[in-house]
C-alpha cells in the first residue's frame, strides 16, 4: 500500500556492487546524527514478506490501489475482506533484531531520526520514538466523509461482530497486511462504515496510486538536511517516495550508506551498500560500538 511502483525495474548503467565490509556505516553509527530510512526488507525477519526480492510478493500480487479502493463496494469489501484477516498476521508479529538494534543506536544518541516507509508499526514496538511513517499506519482508520481518525483495534472489534465466523485459509500474507483470499471466500463478509457519519472507511496508509501528504515530504527533508548521513535499511527503492530523500541527501553531499541484500535503484547515490542480512549485521554493529541491543520482547507488540 505505497506508490505504484516500477515493477520492471532492474539495475543499470554503472552501479557499485555490494560488499560484505559494513565498516562504513560503524563509521558513520560511530559519528552520530544518522538519519534511518527503512523499507519492507527489515521486517522480514519478523515473518512479514517484502514487497520485492527473491520471495517478494509482487511476483505473485498486485496491491490494491486508491482508485480501485474507491471505485466501488466490491473493492472495498475484498480489500477490508483481506486485511481484517492479515491484519491477525501483523498483530502476532513482534520487533525482529534490526529493529531493536535501530532502538538501541537512537537510544545512544546516534541517529537523528528514523524514516519508514512500513505501515507495521514494528519500529515503535521494538522502542523507537518519533518515528516518521512515510505510508502511514495500520494501526489507524480514517472517514473519506468527515475526516475522523480511529483505532485499527476498535474497527477489527466491529469486523468480528459483523462477520462472525470469519476465518478462511489464506494463500499468503503480504508486506500491507493484506492477505491473499479468492473472490469465494470474500464474497460474504461485510465491511464496516465510518460510526460517526455512515461514511467509507479507509486505512490510514498511502496506497498505491496515492501522494505522500506534502507536510510528510516536507518533514522529512528537513530531517535528509539535518542529518549526518542516511542509512537506508531494507529498501530497494524503487519508488520515489523513498528515493528522492536518498537523491538529496547525495545531492547536499552527505554520505548514503545501504545495506540491503540486493541492489537498489540507489546504489549509484550512496558510499556503499553492505550485501548482509539486516538483523545480524546491525546487531553485530551495535556490538562493536559497545551499543547493547535488548533480547526479544514480543509483549511490546
Known amino acids: 500500500m505505497r506508490m505504484r511502483p516500477t515493477l520492471s525495474w532492474t539495475p543499470t548503467g554503472d552501479v557499485p556492487p ?8 560503524a563509521a558513520a553509527l560511530a559519528a ?7 523499507g519492507a526488507g ?3 525477519e519478523s515473518g512479514i514478506p517484502d514487497y520485492r526480492g527473491e520471495h517478494g510478493s509482487l511476483s505473485r500480487h498486485t496491491p490494491m490501489t486508491y482508485q480501485e479502493f474507491i471505485a466501488g463496494p466490491q473493492a472495498r469489501r475484498r480489500y477490508w475482506a483481506r ?4 491484519r491477525r ?8 533484531a534490526g529493529h531493536r538494534a535501530v532502538a538501541a543506536f537512537e537510544r545512544h544518541g546516534l541517529l537523528s531520526g528514523v524514516i519508514t516507509q512500513n505501515v507495521d508499526g514494528l519500529h515503535q514496538a521494538a522502542g523507537s520514538e518519533g518515528v516518521v511513517e512515510l505510508h502511514g499506519s495500520l494501526d489507524r482508520v480514517l472517514c473519506l466523509s468527515c475526516g475522523a481518525v480511529g483505532s485499527r483495534r476498535e474497527l477489527a472489534r466491529r469486523l468480528e461482530e459483523a462477520n462472525p465466523g470469519f476465518d478462511p485459509v489464506p494463500a499468503a500474507l503480504n508486506p500491507d497486511g493484506d492477505a491473499d483470499l479468492t473472490d469465494e471466500q470474500v464474497a460474504d463478509f461485510t465491511p464496516v462504515p465510518c460510526a460517526r457519519c455512515g461514511g467509507i472507511l479507509k486505512p490510514d496508509v498511502v496506497f498505491f496510486g496515492e501522494t505522500v501528504p506534502r507536510e510528510r515530504v516536507e518533514h522529512c527533508r528537513e530531517l535528509v538536511g539535518a ?3 542516511l542509512l537506508v535499511l531494507g529498501s530497494s527503492l524503487t519508488v520515489m517516495s523513498g528515493l528522492r ?8 553531499g552527505k554520505p548514503v550508506l545501504i545495506v540491503n541484500r540486493d541492489p537498489t535503484r540507489g546504489d549509484r547515490h550512496a558510499v556503499t551498500r553492505v550485501a548482509l542480512p539486516l538483523g545480524a549485521t546491525l546487531t553485530a ?6 551499543v547493547p541491543v535488548p533480547s526479544a520482547d514480543h509483549s511490546a507488540r
Open 18 to 25: 555490494g560488499t560484505t565490509d559494513p565498516e562504513p556505516v
Open 32 to 38: 552520530g546524527g544518522v538519519l534511518v530510512l527503512s
Open 42 to 44: 527489515i521486517s522480514t
Open 83 to 86: 486485511s481484517h484477516l492479515g
Open 89 to 96: 498476521a501483523f498483530d502476532r508479529a513482534g520487533p525482529n
Open 227 to 229: 542529518a549526518t548521513a
Open 245 to 252: 530523500f536518498v537523491r538529496e541527501a547525495a545531492l547536499a
Open 285 to 290: 554493529l551495535a556490538d562493536r560500538l559497545g
